[in-house]
C-alpha cells in the first residue's frame, strides 16, 4: 500500500516525506495507523549513522490503531489503541529469563533494516528503503508491528504520552523502578535531564525518593527538574558536581543514572557514588569510559548497563500509563507536541534544548 513516511535519504540527511510502499501484513505482522511518533535521540545516532548504504525510515516510538492482523496473530484486534516498542524472540535464554531487553536476536529484530528472514518492508523509487526499525518504523502513516512489540492500550491513552512509553520514557523509569529501586532515604543523581533523565526523575519522585539531583548544562532542562521535584539542579560547567554531591549526599549518592553517553560524565557519575554505590548507564554514545578500577573495589561501586529500562512492555508501559493516569507520572510536562511535517524542527528543537520531548502527530 501506499504510504507517507519521513524518508532519510543518506547519512546525515535531513528527514524528507515521500510516498513509499509498504507491504501487506505477513501472517505474524499486524498494520498499524499511526497517530504519534516519539523522537528519540537513538532515531537520530541512527539517522546520521555514516555506515548506513540505503535510504531509512525511522521512528520506534509509535502509537496508533490497528487496521489489520495477520493469521497467526492473537491478543490484537483491528480497532485496537497500540503502543509500539522495540521487539524480541521470546525463545533465547535472557528472553526465556525475563529479560527481554538482552534478547540475542536483538539487531536481527531491531535494527538490521529488514525482517528476520531478509526481506524489506518498505520501498522507495522501487528499491529497497531500510525500514523495520524496532520492528516499526513509525515515522509514517502506517507502520508494520508484530505481536511482541505491540502493546494493546486503553481507548483513554493520550497518544501524546502513551508514545515515548515505547523507548524513552519506559528506559528512563524502568532504569529507577526496575533496576536502581532507590528507596526513600536513597540519593539519585541523574546526569542528563532530557526525556530519559526526567522520566527517571518522576519516577523516583513515585517511589517516595526524597533527594534527587538533577546535572544537566541547559539552565532551562535545570529549571524543569526543579520543577518537578528535584531537590538540587547543578550546571557541570559551573560546580565541582563531585564534591557538591559529596556534600548534599553526606559522601555520595546511592545510585546514578546517566543518560548523556559522554564518557566523562560516566566518569564523573561513577565518582560521585558514595560507598557500595550503584550508577545504571542508559546513554548512547561513548564505546569506551575511564574508569579509577580502585574506587570501585575498595568503595564497592557498582557500573551496570541498562537497556529499555529493563522492562517487557506488554507489563510495564500499562503500569506507567496507570502511574500517569493516577498523577503520579506526570511526563506529559515533558512533551512538545510537532506536526510530521515539521519533523526536523522537532530535531532542531530537541538538539537545541527548546524540547525535551518532541512527539510527532499526523
Request: net charge negative; charged share 20%; hydrophobic share 45%.
Amino acid at each position: 500500500m501506499q504510504i507517507t513516511a519521513a524518508v532519510v535519504p543518506e547519512p546525515g540527511g535531513e528527514f524528507v516525506l515521500e510516498r513509499v510502499e509498504l507491504d501487506d501484513p505477513r501472517e505474524d505482522e499486524v498494520l498499524v495507523r499511526v497517530t504519534a511518533a516519539g523522537l528519540c535521540h537513538t532515531d537520530l545516532a541512527a539517522k546520521d549513522d555514516p555506515r548506513r548504504r540505503e535510504p531509512i525510515v525511522l521512528g520506534h516510538e509509535g502509537t496508533g490503531v490497528v487496521e489489520r492482523v495477520g493469521a497467526a496473530v492473537t491478543r490484537i484486534e483491528p480497532g485496537d489503541r497500540v503502543a509500539l516498542s522495540y521487539r524480541s524472540c521470546g525463545r533465547c535464554r535472557p528472553c526465556r529469563a525475563g529479560d527481554r531487553p538482552y534478547c540475542e536476536q536483538a539487531r536481527r529484530l531491531n535494527s538490521a533494516g529488514r525482517r528476520p528472514d531478509g526481506s524489506p518492508t518498505l520501498t522507495w523509487r522501487g528499491e529497497p528503503v531500510a525500514g523495520s526499525f524496532f520492528g516499526q518504523s513509525c515515522f509514517a502513516t502506517h507502520a508494520l508491528a508484530t505481536a511482541d512489540n505491540a502493546v494493546v492500550i486503553g481507548d483513554q491513552a493520550d497518544p501524546l504520552v502513551a508514545a515515548p512509553m515505547g523507548c524513552g520514557f519506559q528506559t528512563g523509569a524502568g532504569a529507577v523502578l526496575n533496576v536502581l529501586r532507590p528507596g526513600a532515604e536513597s540519593s539519585l543523581v541523574i546526569f542528563g535531564a532530557g526525556g530519559v533523565g526526567l522520566a527517571a526523575l518522576l519516577a523516583a519522585r513515585s517511589a517516595g525518593v526524597r533527594t534527587i539531583i538533577a546535572v544537566d548544562v541547559q539552565p532551562r532542562r535545570r529549571e524543569l527538574a526543579l520543577r518537578l521535584g528535584a531537590s538540587d539542579a547543578l550546571d557541570p560547567a559551573r560546580t565541582d558536581v563531585v564534591a557538591t554531591i559529596a556534600e548534599l549526599t553526606g559522601g555520595g549518592a546511592t545510585h546514578a543514572l546517566e543518560a548523556t553517553g559522554l564518557a566523562a560524565v560516566l566518569t564523573q557519575a561513577v565518582a560521585a557514588l558514595g560507598a557500595t554505590g550503584v550508577a545504571a548507564v542508559v546513554g548512547l554514545g561513548a564505546a569506551e569510559a575511564p574508569l579509577n578500577l580502585r574506587d570501585l573495589l575498595y568503595r564497592g561501586k557498582t557500573v551496570r548497563g541498562c537497556i529499555e529500562g529493563d522492562a517487557v512492555p506488554q507489563r510495564f508501559i500499562p503500569e506507567l500509563l496507570e502511574l500517569h493516569a493516577a498523577g503520579r507520572f506526570p511526563v506529559r510536562e515533558l512533551v512538545a507536541e510537532y506536526r510530521f511535517a515539521d519533523i526536523n524542527s522537532a530535531v532542531a528543537d530537541q538538539r537545541g534544548g527548546e524540547a525535551v520531548k518532541p512527539v510527532l502527530v499526523w
